[in-house]
């Protein structure tokens, strides 16, 4: 199944139009995780950021702020 990873920072969207082809929705939370950690990284710049994940139906599968 394909899940699509979208950041939100504030008011501003960033979709993740191509998604990424997963085997379960176990390891796209993973990837979230990891995501959102680099996202914090950045510092305070990134502190709002929130990563959304999609599969490819539209069901919500899992959100998380990068802190």
Known sequence: MRYFFHIFDG???FPDEDGNRLS???L???QAKVL???LSKAG???RSNLV???DEKGNN???CWAV
């Open 61 to 63: 599968i899992f959100r």
């Open 28 to 30: 796209a939370i993973r």
């Open 52 to 54: 959304f994940v999609l």
């Open 11 to 13: 008011p501003k969207a």
């Open 44 to 46: 305070e710049f990134c």
């Open 24 to 26: 379960s929705p176990e």
């Open 36 to 38: 959102a950690a680099e």
